[in-house]
C-alpha cells in the first residue's frame, strides 16, 4: 500500500485545513488509518484514528472537539478536518495503515505511512 498526504499549509490561530491521504496498492476497506503528528524536537504523537468500517474513532485528548477523522471507501482517501487550529499544532502530519479493523492508537501495528505533510499555525 502507498499512501499520499497532502493539505498542510500554512493558516492563523482559529483556522482550518483539511488533510487528505489517499492510498493505493490496497485494499482500502481492510485498512484501519491513523494520523501522527510530529514537532521539531519531540517525539510522534498519535492524533486519529478511524476503523474499517468508519464507525468507530479515537483522537488524542488535545484535538478532541477540534479535529475530525473520516474516510470516503469510494475514493480510497482519508480525511482529517482540523478546525479551531492553534500554534502548538504546528507539526508535520503523517497518515498511516494498519490492516486491522478497530481504531488503533500504538504507532507499531501500522505498517505503512505516507510522506507527511506539513502543517504550521502562526500565532
Known amino acids: 500500500v502507498q499512501l499520499q498526504a497532502s493539505g498542510g499549509g500554512l493558516v492563523q490561530t482559529g483556522g482550518s485545513l483539511r488533510l487528505s491521504c489517499r492510498a493505493s496498492?490496497?485494499?482500502?476497506?481492510?485498512?484501519?488509518f491513523g494520523w501522527f503528528r510530529q514537532a521539531p524536537g519531540k517525539e510522534r504523537e498519535f492524533v486519529a484514528s478511524?476503523?474499517?468500517?468508519?464507525?468507530?474513532?479515537k483522537y488524542v485528548d488535545s484535538v478532541k472537539g477540534r479535529f475530525t477523522i473520516s474516510r470516503d471507501n469510494a475514493r480510497n482517501t482519508v480525511y482529517l478536518q482540523m478546525n479551531s487550529l492553534k500554534p502548538d499544532d504546528t507539526a508535520v502530519y503523517y497518515c498511516?495503515?494498519?490492516?486491522?479493523?478497530?481504531?488503533?492508537?500504538?504507532?507499531?501495528?501500522?505498517?505503512?505511512w505516507g510522506q507527511g505533510t506539513q502543517v504550521t499555525v502562526s500565532s
Open positions: 478511524i476503523s474499517w468500517s468508519g464507525g468507530s474513532t
Open positions: 496498492g490496497g485494499t482500502f476497506s481492510r485498512l484501519g
Open positions: 498511516a495503515a494498519a490492516p486491522v479493523p478497530q481504531t488503533v492508537v500504538d504507532a507499531k501495528y501500522y505498517d505503512c
